[in-house]
């Protein structure tokens, strides 16, 4: 990671405990890390989308939450790296730990009854996110929150290839959506360990290579997508289970999960 910017540009000196590799403030004054800023429309656009299709089609609230959940991250993202602000930064960081827990929570619920819900588990995921906001903020060290998220992850990957075995999930989904997600995890390591490297190689080029080389936000467009697709998976096989026929149709070119059913009273009903 580069060190924290002295050039203070519109929104000030950074206050942030992180400043990533891209060069601050060099397309414009407003955006401190401009290409790590737009790259943010990948989790702003899509979830928009699908939570609204979420919602007009009546699937379970929280596969609508947890579209809003990717939405919060990436406004978040947008502001922090816009800013490079402390405040901005945990508006970044402190979603992406409760987003997270909400697709633990969505992903054990995959083969429960209608609106069944395990509240030891609801009791243990708000219990670790409000410790890990309390630690943080008080810490302020990037590893600690790094390390929680990595644990969710983790959970995440493991509970998610344990439900391949089920039948009618999805392989497809997963598999794009680790792919997508891993692809970027390692781009992102890439442009940690490597900055100065990659920055000497950035001055090499001309001016429109140079932002293709902003891995960072690379990081942020396959983050984001994966974690969308994953999102996606989580419904496929949820409503596979509920024998809900659905299928993943686009949209101005993004991907969504179209439920072939509308619910009534007395419960779903096909519409095929």
């Given at each position: 990671m580069a060190p924290v910017a002295d050039y203070p540009g519109v929104w000030g000196k950074a206050t942030a405990t992180i400043d990533w590799c891209e060069e601050n403030y060099v397309v414009t004054e407003y955006v401190a890390e401009f290409w790590n800023t737009i790259s943010n429309l990948a989790m702003i656009i899509p979830p928009i989308l699908a939570g609204i299709k979420a919602y007009q089609e009546k699937l379970e609230t929280r596969y609508v939450v947890s579209f809003f959940s990717i939405l919060v991250v990436g406004v978040g993202s947008w502001c922090f790296h816009m800013t490079l602000l402390y405040e901005m930064q945990l508006f970044d960081e402190l979603p992406m730990i409760w987003g997270s827990c909400i697709f633990v929570f969505d992903l054990?619920?995959?083969?429960?009854?209608?609106?069944?819900?395990?509240?030891?588990?609801?009791?243990?995921?708000?219990?670790?996110?409000?410790?890990?906001?309390?630690?943080?903020?008080?810490?302020?060290?990037?590893?600690?929150?790094?390390?929680?998220?990595a644990v969710l992850v983790f959970t995440l990957f493991f509970k998610s290839l344990d439900m391949l075995r089920r039948p009618n999930s999805s392989r497809a989904l997963f598999f794009?959506?680790?792919?997508?997600?891993?692809?970027?995890?390692?781009?992102?390591?890439?442009?940690?360990?490597?900055?100065?490297?990659?920055?000497?190689?950035?001055?090499?080029?001309?001016?429109?290579?140079?932002?293709?080389?902003?891995?960072?936000?690379?990081?942020?467009?396959?983050?984001?997508?994966?974690?969308?697709?994953h999102v996606l998976y989580s419904v496929q096989v949820r409503t596979s289970y509920l024998k809900w026929p659905g299928k993943v149709k686009t949209i101005m070119g993004i991907p969504y999960y179209h439920v072939s059913k509308t619910v009534e009273k007395n419960g779903p009903v096909h519409k095929d």
């Open positions: 054990f619920h995959s083969f429960t009854p209608p609106k069944y819900q395990n509240l030891p588990m609801i009791l243990c995921l708000v219990l670790y996110s409000f410790i890990i906001t309390a630690v943080y903020v008080s810490i302020k060290n990037p590893i600690f929150h790094e390390t929680a998220y794009t959506a680790l792919a997508t997600y891993g692809t970027g995890f390692i781009i992102w390591n890439i442009d940690n360990f490597f900055c100065h490297n990659i920055r000497e190689f950035r001055g090499t080029l001309t001016s429109p290579w140079r932002p293709l080389t902003q891995l960072h936000a690379w990081w942020h467009l396959l983050a984001g997508l994966g974690t969308y697709i």
